[in-house]
């Protein structure tokens, strides 16, 4: 064989090899897609109490037993979220998100001894989610017998979850109070950490022109617990001659469950 022909031959080969790979890299592209959503987060009431005793250090604790604690509940509040999927099959698909809710409010009341019946209480609380899901169409149809198939599907998803607790003040309005009304109250340490979290889904996407669709999902998460962190509690009481009086006391952690649901609606480029 001379040269020439060789030369040709070798390029015949690479070309087939080129377009193979090429064919390959375009099918796992059409496979993948991206998303933007927002929805409606609405976290389950929660009580904090002291931390459990196996993982209570020797620092005092702030409630004193299980019969003490803050009830209460979060505002509902705004849930933003992008991703990334991936389908290995038709019917499954399988992502990376990220979520995240700046603030939501919290408000509830402690049931502290000699206090009052009245001890209301409120934090902010700030979360991110970081969850590996996967999903699967259990049901498609079309409008019309032609175009994409809209589809049901369920699924869920486990990662992370951090948060961020601030501003958790409690008050106690039946305590003496200050000579110009204020009010005697405790506010406590802020608390972040990172929690493992999982989640169920249930949702429907809708084809839109081109490469689009829309997504209508509802989500239960569980994202273990959000705690105060150790650190002193600010103690502001009142004397009997209005003088105030501030007390720095540390304190051991405080934990409320964090459970949540989320209506939402996502943009899907396919």
Same mark, same amino acid.
Do not use: C
């Given at each position: 064989?001379?040269?020439?022909?060789?030369?040709?031959?070798?390029?015949?080969?690479?070309?087939?090899?080129?377009?193979?790979? !090429?064919?390959?890299?375009?099918?796992?592209?059409?496979?993948?897609?991206?998303?933007?959503?927002?929805? /409606?987060?609405?976290?389950?009431?929660?009580?904090?109490?002291?931390? #459990?005793?196996?993982?209570?250090?020797?620092?005092?604790?702030?409630?004193?037993? *299980?019969?003490?604690? +803050? @009830?209460?509940?979060? @505002?509902?509040?705004? %849930? &933003?979220?992008?991703?990334?999927?991936?389908?290995?099959?038709?019917?499954?698909?399988?992502?990376?998100?990220?979520?995240?809710? *700046?603030?939501?409010?919290?408000?509830?009341?402690?049931?502290?001894?000699?206090?009052?019946?009245?001890?209301?209480?409120?934090? %902010? !609380?700030?979360?991110?989610?970081?969850?590996?899901?996967?999903?699967? @169409?259990?049901?498609?149809?079309?409008?019309?017998?032609?175009?994409?198939?809209?589809?049901?599907? /369920?699924?869920?998803?486990? $990662?992370?979850?951090?948060?961020? &607790? +601030?501003?958790?003040? #409690?008050?106690?309005?039946? !305590?003496?109070? $200050?000579?110009?009304?204020?009010?005697?109250?405790?506010?406590?340490?802020? $608390?972040?950490?990172?929690?493992? +979290?999982?989640?169920?889904? +249930?949702?429907?996407?809708?084809?839109?022109?081109?490469?689009?669709?829309?997504?209508?999902?509802?989500?239960?998460?569980?994202?273990?617990?959000?705690?105060?962190?150790?650190? @002193?509690?600010?103690?502001?009481?009142?004397?009997?001659?209005?003088?105030?009086?501030? &007390?720095?006391? *540390?304190?051991?952690?405080?934990?409320? %469950?964090?459970?949540?649901?989320?209506?939402?609606?996502?943009?899907?480029?396919?």
């Amino acid at each position: 064989m001379s040269v020439g022909a060789a030369t040709a031959r070798f390029g015949r080969g690479m070309a087939r090899a080129a377009a193979v790979l !090429l064919a390959g890299w375009a099918s796992a592209v059409e496979r993948v897609s991206f998303e933007v959503g927002a929805g /409606v987060l609405s976290v389950e009431s929660t009580r904090f109490q002291d931390v #459990q005793a196996a993982d209570a250090t020797e620092l005092p604790v702030l409630y004193g037993g *299980p019969a003490r604690f +803050t @009830d209460g509940r979060y @505002d509902r509040g705004p %849930e &933003l979220r992008l991703g990334v999927g991936y389908r290995p099959l038709p019917r499954l698909r399988a992502g990376l998100e990220l979520a995240a809710t *700046p603030g939501v409010d919290f408000r509830g009341n402690a049931n502290y001894l000699r206090s009052g019946d009245e001890q209301p209480s409120a934090a %902010e !609380l700030s979360v991110r989610r970081l969850l590996l899901t996967a999903t699967w @169409d259990v049901f498609s149809w079309r409008f019309g017998g032609a175009g994409p198939a809209s589809r049901l599907y /369920v699924g869920g998803g486990y $990662g992370a979850t951090g948060y961020r &607790l +601030t501003d958790f003040v #409690q008050r106690f309005p039946a !305590l003496r109070q $200050g000579p110009n009304g204020e009010i005697a109250l405790t506010a406590l340490p802020s $608390g972040s950490d990172r929690e493992a +979290t999982f989640s169920l889904t +249930t949702g429907v996407a809708i084809p839109l022109k081109g490469p689009w669709e829309l997504d209508f999902a509802y989500r239960y998460t569980d994202g273990g617990n959000v705690e105060t962190d150790l650190g @002193d509690i600010d103690i502001v009481r009142y004397r009997a001659d209005g003088t105030r009086r501030d &007390l720095a006391i *540390p304190i051991d952690r405080t934990a409320g %469950e964090y459970r949540s649901h989320t209506l939402s609606a996502t943009l899907r480029w396919r």
